[in-house]
């Protein structure tokens, strides 16, 4: 229960949450420097969606801006441009939360896929504005975010569950799983 | 179910904002968000030790960049004498009485694609109003030497709306027919890829014709713009604008991203050219050692690297990044001994170059190549735009291409092997598929190019 959690414990757990969501981008990158094939998941971004599912409402603004750190510290984007992509993604998770319930397979499979969707190809389009393109490419970032977004959505489904598990990262949930 | 309409409201407002801020960047904005981002700085540093994992990899990458240096060294210098020997006049008659002091491009005035700021050996004695060519076309003249910064000068092209040029056409008549140039026709006015001078002021009615420099006028200033006298600015055109005849000099040189090495012209007073550059790419004081913190980037389809250094190092932004003798990108963003590099295959990747191409004899200057991604067998993909050739003047080589950096950004050398390619033949738009010197994908220690030091009287 919240009120009953510690402003320590929760501290431990978002000190915790980035970790872990540092590990899986820097795993992640070393899998996108060695992979040929698009298909590679954010599990950044789906480790918070899993935390998103059994968070508070108000605890989006934090989860948003750690995962945006933690993919700052393994890529060269400006980090502006990821903190508004992941407020953005998880934003959206947060609203599909109203209608499905993420913790459950369907739910976060579908968060994911929006949520990383909307990410990857907010991150094209905002790197094609800054670079000075004449026209925004909606339709090249789509089709770029494609890939991922299937794959993040097929590691929500199937490690969902192991990332929920990750150690330390109770405190943050708003009510017992 | 949740009741949060009011935030909700106001995450919303804010992703606005957050939004229009990404696509428009504010500095200051940008700024304090790189200090909120203070924990994925310290983030950086945990992840370091995975890059142990590959350790035996990196090191025998490295052993055979230091192994192949030597031989890799003396190439790139031989590539660059053939460079500046083809910078100069081939003509013994525009050789004659003059000397020539080779100086390379540094980078376009950001705000006047007319200015070029080219280096050259501090104290060499470049005053302004030296003419500048390239082999036997004229160029621009030297417009101011900088006092802030040693070595360096700004050159107003012949492409300058200001910039007025004395010259003659040899049509074949026995006394040559006056005319002034300078600026364009028209700044969309072109012949294929070629500019077309502005012409005006003729002493006669001319028709076509090869222009060449003739300077007039008295004192110093002028003798010193009359050591071009001879030089090539183009062929003349006349063309038809609503209905009279308007004159135009077709230029025989590429201004827009052809322009990599210069030759200031000027009296016994000049000092000439030495087999190398004022700034050489294997001087070891203008380099520093920096620390990759991940050989990786979780941004698909990126490849950017952090990289770390000491705090004192004079690394600006575009500084080139190289393993030994090979090139492997440039620095996106410098501060405080941190920076975010662009490598080989990142789409913000862009720099000058030049090709040594089997059996053709002289090096080939490509311009600007455009970095636009990796192919599935790790080639690096690069966009570049071949000129057309010109008439009377042999087609340009194609064929298997040994590609080095050239002059023309700030912080990038002249001479660093970036790999090889098939050079495709025609003009126009190529995707060249460079088989990279080095593969820097797992690299976690690379050298970062140091600016120059601040000359001694310059100002803060």
Known sequence: MRPARRGGQRLLGWVLFFVWA??????????????ASAFVPDAALVLAVVVLARAEASDLVPLAFLTACARAATSGEAPLVLVTGALGALFAALLLRGVLELSGALGRTIAALVAVFSFEAWIVLARGARAGAATLD??????????????????ALLLGPLLARLPGLTPLWSRSW | MLSWSGPRTVVLAGLCVLAALSLHPFPPVERACELLFVPARWARELLRPWGWLAAGEVRAALDAAAAAFETERAQARALLAAQIESALPADPALRAGRSFLVAEVLERD??????????????????????VVLGEAYVGRVRAVDDRRAGEGLVELVTDAGLRVGAVVLDGAPEPAALVVGGLVDPRARRGQALLLGARHE???????AVVVREIGDGPRAARRAAADGFRLGELRVLAERGRPVL?????????????LVAIVGGPELATAGPLLADDAYEDARWTAARVALAGDSSPRRRTR???FPRASRVEDGAAVAVGARFVGRV???????AVAAWL????????????????????????LISIGLAADGAVLLEWTAREDRAGVAPRPAGRARIATSSGDRGVPAGLWVGTCDLPAGPGRHILRVVPAEDAAGLLRARVRLAPEPHPEAGP
């Open chain 2, 345 to 368: 295959g990142d789409p913000a990747l862009a720099f000058r170059a030049a090709a040594l191409v089997e059996g053709a004899g002289e090096p080939l200057h490509l311009g600007r």
């Open chain 2, 203 to 209: 002493s006669r009615p001319v028709v076509g014709g």
């Open chain 2, 110 to 131: 950001p705000t006047d694609p007319d200015l070029l700021r080219v280096r050259f050996p501090p104290g060499a004695g470049v005053e302004a109003d030296m003419p």
């Open chain 1, 22 to 35: 540092v590990s899986l981008s820097g795993l992640q990158a070393l899998v996108w420097r060695d992979a």
């Open chain 2, 332 to 338: 996106l963003q410098a501060a405080d001994g941190r």
């Open chain 2, 306 to 308: 952090h990289l770390s």
């Open chain 1, 138 to 155: 909606a339709a090249g970032a789509a089709a770029s975010a494609i890939p991922i977004a299937l794959a993040s959505a097929l590691a």
């Open chain 2, 248 to 260: 135009g000099v077709e230029a025989p040189l590429e201004f827009r991203h052809g322009l990599s």
